[in-house]
Structure formats: C-alpha cells, structure tokens
C-alpha cells in the first residue's frame, strides 16, 4: 500500500513534524515532534504511534517528544552521538530560549546507524550524516523514495555546522552520501518546503 505523509509545522521557529503511515493501518510514525502537543495530537486524529523517531537532539525537534511518548508509550529513537543532547539545554539550544531543562518520561533508545528501523509498517534505513550535530540522522523509506532530513539538508540549502557538534567537513561528506541518493528521492526537511535529491544535488553543479 502507498504511504502518506502529512507535515504539522510546529512553534516558533516552524519546524516541521512528520506524521507518516502506510494506507489501511490505523498506526503511523511521528518524525521530530516539535512542539505544539495538542496541535499533532489532533493531526493524529486517534491513531496510534508506533514509534517517534529523531533525526537530531536540538530543542526544536523534541520538545514535543516527553508528553508525546508519556501518552502513546511509542519507542523513542534518536541517534545514539546526539542522546547526550536530549536533555541537556546546555548543548540542545533550548537553555537561552525557554528556560527548560528536561523532558519528564521517555525511554530514548539508540537508532541503528546504517540499518532498518521498522515501525507501522514502514521500513526506514537510518543513514548517519552528522555535520549539523554529531548524531544527525537522515530517515530513508527506499521503496517510497522518501528521505526525512532533519536539519541536514533543505531546499535551497543545508544546516548550520556552528553548533555543538557540527563540522564542515562531516556535512561535506554527509551531504555527498545524500546526492548519492536516486534523483526522484522526495527530501521532507526539518524545515521550510520539500525538495527533491534531484533539484538539490544541480544546485550544486553534481
Ligand atoms: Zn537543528
């Protein structure tokens, strides 16, 4: 069965939190619950959440992700270089901006660099790209040509490195494996307009 993804944007900064789900289950993944709770909850419209997956530790991804995984009991991953940040605001962003230093509930396990994390009948390949953050992650459905990545890479550009963690030149090399990828590849980014590997890779000249 196809799948559909649906984009709730979320808080201040308008990051994009992906609800995505095969057709004919009543469960589905939720990708960078952001903020805004009752916002995604009602987007859920009741189903269930078999799995809430990171693709990096920075505030605006997870602030969603206690009272989310307190009321669903869904598995949290994130990639295991960024678990230090989930609850440290030293390092994730949030200290200057909300005054916030932890999320109360969830169990964070390690998502599997490099292998299939499969959840609501939906098999993503967890690519490792750090150079955003050490444990950035790009969520990869290969049979849906569907790519989810976070703060990796966006239309028209890529995150910052001047955070804890970044590198320029991981980002060089992460971004490299990512224009790999087949050009009908859809990117749904942690912000801002879904792309393409296509359009973004000719941006580039490759
Ligand atoms: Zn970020």
């Not at 809430?52 to 991804?61: A, E, N, P, R, Y």
Request: net charge negative; aromatic share 6%; proline share 7%.
């Amino acid at each position: 069965m196809p799948i559909q993804i649906h984009c709730v944007c979320c808080g201040e900064i308008g990051e994009n939190a992906w609800l995505v789900r095969r057709e004919g289950r009543d469960d589905c993944v939720v990708i960078d619950p952001g903020d805004e709770y009752p916002k995604l909850k009602r987007a859920l419209e009741g189903r269930r959440v078999a799995a809430i997956l990171l693709t990096h530790g920075h505030f605006d991804h997870i602030m969603a992700v206690g009272p989310m995984a307190v009321d669903t009991h869904a598995p949290v991953y994130v990639g295991r270089d960024d678990m230090e940040m989930l609850n440290n605001a030293a390092i994730n962003g949030r200290a200057g901006l909300m005054g916030i230093t932890h999320m109360d509930g969830p169990a964070i396990e390690a998502a599997p660099y490099g292998e299939k994390l499969s959840a609501a009948g939906l098999d993503f390949t967890v690519l490792p790209t750090p150079g955003h953050s050490r444990g950035s992650v790009c969520l990869y459905l290969p049979d849906e040509h569907a790519l989810f990545s976070g703060d990796t890479l966006f239309q028209a550009g890529f995150g910052r490195m001047d955070l804890y963690g970044g590198s320029p030149a991981q980002m060089r090399d992460s971004l490299r494996r990512l224009f790999a990828l087949p050009p009908e590849t859809r990117v749904y980014p942690g912000h801002g307009m879904a792309t393409t590997i296509g359009d973004e890779r000719s941006r580039y000249g490759l």
